[in-house]
Nanobody, 117 residues
């Protein structure tokens, strides 16, 4: 199991921005070939995909965040990012980092994002 550590969550007003980071403890060669992603889970709801990025840089995003959230990766730092702009109250959730390789998933412990005035 690979350790993933998220950071950057917090409380922000509607319309504000946050930038989440996820550091992956895998070797650089393993990280580079992994698909990395962000998921979120709001109270009483199922965990859902926010955005993912493949080893080749292909990005898949949920319709609800397109145009507002952007994910990126830095293979030299074994880190992925989620830039969240124009945040809405419905974006409030615990955000989890995910690593997927050969059908196996690793998860971070999650970071709370709360959008409220």
């Amino acid at each position: 199991q690979v350790q993933l550590v998220e950071s950057g969550g917090g409380l922000v007003q509607p319309g504000g921005s946050l930038n989440l980071s996820c550091s992956c403890a895998a070797s650089a060669s393993i990280f580079k070939i992994s698909t990395m992603g962000w998921y979120r889970q709001a109270p009483g709801k199922q965990r859902e995909l926010v955005a993912s990025i493949t080893s080749g840089g292909k990005i898949d995003s949920a319709d609800s965040v397109k145009g507002r959230f952007t994910t990126s990766r830095n293979n030299a730092r074994n880190t992925i990012y989620l830039q969240m702009n124009s945040l809405k109250p419905e974006d409030t959730a615990v955000y989890y980092c995910n690593r997927r390789l050969f059908g196996f998933d690793d998860w971070g412990q999650g970071t709370q994002v709360t959008v409220s005035s």
